[in-house]
């Protein structure tokens, strides 16, 4: 599959629980930083967009738990989004680097509060619209 982003990272001992693989809550969070790094790397700054009085907020989201990773396994972050109405929805996975098997699936919606109402954010949309898949 393409995606618009990918990110590799490893995982960190103190990730993991008792019984020696990543905790659940560590999911997503791995999902949170592949999207803000990849924000960052088209140009969408929470920094500049909170100086607009524009918040983003994650509305919803769902992961699916596929095969377990371990401390210091290395995997692939990866994501696609689309625009469905005033929502921006993030389809994320996670791939164990040295069998690429799928580790976890998410579908992450985010929205916008422009001046703390709910509204679409043509600041984000003029950004995000090259990476939107072709219909």
Same mark, same amino acid.
């Given at each position: 599959?393409?995606?618009?982003?990918e990110? %590799?990272? %490893?995982?960190?001992?103190?990730?993991?629980?008792?019984?020696?693989?990543?905790?659940n809550?560590?999911?997503?969070?791995?999902?949170? /930083?592949?999207? /803000?790094?990849?924000?960052?790397?088209?140009?969408?700054?929470?920094?500049?967009?909170?100086?607009?009085?524009?918040?983003?907020?994650?509305?919803?989201?769902?992961?699916?738990?596929?095969?377990?990773?371990?401390?210091?396994?290395?995997?692939?972050?990866?994501?696609?989004?689309?625009?469905?109405?005033?929502? !921006?929805?993030?389809?994320? &996975?996670? !791939?164990?680097?040295? &069998?690429?098997?799928?580790?976890? %699936?998410?579908?992450?919606?985010?929205?916008?509060?422009?001046?703390g %109402?709910?509204?679409?954010c043509?600041e984000?949309?003029?950004k995000?619209?090259?990476?939107?898949?072709?219909?």
């Amino acid at each position: 599959m393409k995606y618009a982003y990918e990110l %590799k990272m %490893k995982v960190r001992d103190y990730e993991c629980d008792m019984e020696g693989i990543v905790n659940n809550a560590n999911y997503q969070h791995f999902m949170e /930083h592949t999207r /803000h790094e990849f924000l960052l790397e088209v140009g969408i700054s929470f920094a500049e967009m909170l100086e607009q009085n524009i918040v983003s907020v994650v509305a919803r989201i769902t992961i699916d738990y596929k095969t377990p990773l371990r401390s210091r396994d290395e995997f692939l972050s990866c994501l696609n989004i689309k625009q469905e109405g005033i929502r !921006y929805v993030f389809y994320q &996975d996670i !791939y164990r680097a040295s &069998d690429m098997k799928l580790a976890a %699936k998410g579908k992450v919606d985010v929205v916008c509060l422009v001046d703390g %109402k709910l509204s679409r954010c043509p600041e984000l949309e003029e950004k995000l619209k090259a990476y939107y898949p072709e219909v």
